[in-house]
């Protein structure tokens, strides 16, 4: 059985690495040169490589110091939320949840897909927008305690991932009143007549969009794709053509008295779904997303 790291070592190498030499490192230490340098080779003899390389008047890391440097910065992070996690517990002052969005996820689903978590007063939530693959990775890594996202987890064993189903909702047209008065034809065969804005192919929802197109024998007059949805319903309120979004946001949509709906497309369904690290749910608020899911 291989024997448990020593932390103690793994933080004067982490030290060492941040300051780029020795000396320094046992400056801010408040230690020896020589005690930081002995613990420093004890790490490399557990390890069996060499961590670092001279470097000027300092160090450098060397190919498995950067290895062990990306692993030492995690460990430490997470080491530097601990007090707070503990203390929050301790007093009952608050249930942390840290959820990554896909950055093509709708704002206002968003906020409907998390209602049943942030119900709680005890909720501290903290929301990271990113790139799929880049939340999935954080995930992995336990920065995050899940993902939210428009497609499931994908088959990697290197990751070990976990998806459930959060919800689906359908989808409707929009368009500002001018435009939506221009039309001549009934809906979906209007939006033939119209400028139309659509989510780029990052969104899992972009190629039943172009099914949709098809099977109604509509071809679009694309005037503009957008990663962010966010900003594709702005460009869209602006003036700038019909869009497609939830009908979860429909209420506010037609608050704007400038926009009107110029159809439901109930066979246009978006996915939502709910990744975690861990096969068996422990956190008490995704549990209550999921109980809750729309």
């Known amino acids: 059985m291989t024997a448990p790291l020593n932390y103690r070592h793994l933080y004067y190498f982490w030290v060492v690495a941040k300051e780029g030499g020795i000396a320094r490192a046992a400056n801010r230490l408040g230690m020896a040169v020589q005690t930081v340098s002995a613990q420093v080779r004890l790490l490399e003899q557990e390890l069996g490589h060499s961590l670092f390389k001279p470097a000027g008047r300092g160090v450098a890391l ?3 110091g950067v290895a062990a ?18 203390r929050e517990a301790a007093t009952g002052q608050g249930l942390r949840l840290a959820v990554g969005m896909s950055d093509g996820l709708p704002k206002l689903v968003v ?10 007063p005890r909720v501290r939530l903290l929301c990271h927008e990113d790139e799929f693959d880049r939340l999935l990775a954080d995930l992995a890594l336990h920065r995050l305690d899940a993902v939210l996202s428009d497609r499931p987890a994908p088959p990697n064993p ?3 991932l976990y998806g459930h189903k959060l919800g689906e909702a359908a989808m409707s047209w929009f368009a500002p ?11 979906p065969a209007c939006l033939a007549e119209l400028p139309i804005l659509l989510p780029t192919a990052h969104a899992a929802v972009r190629p039943r969009l172009d099914q949709w197109f098809e099977r109604h024998g509509i071809r679009p007059r694309v005037a503009g794709e957008f990663e962010d949805s966010a900003l594709l319903a702005a460009f869209g309120r602006s003036g700038m053509g019909a869009f497609p ?12 008295k400038t926009m009107r709906l110029l159809g439901d497309a109930p066979e246009l369904v978006e996915h939502f779904h709910l990744i975690v690290a861990e096969r068996k749910i422990q956190h008490p608020l995704l549990q209550r997303l999921l109980q809750g899911k729309a």
Do not use: Y
Request: contains cysteine.
């Open 62 to 64: 060397t190919d498995a």
């Open 69 to 86: 440097m990306a692993l030492a910065d995690q460990i430490f992070q997470l080491g530097e939320q601990l007090p707070d996690a503990v």
């Open 111 to 120: 906020r409907h897909l998390l209602q049943p978590a942030v119900e709680d």
């Open 158 to 160: 290197n990751l070990r």
């Open 177 to 187: 009143a001018h435009l939506a008065r221009q039309c001549k034809q009934p809906f």
């Open 245 to 256: 979004s939830s009908v979860w946001s429909r209420d506010e949509l037609l608050q704007d």
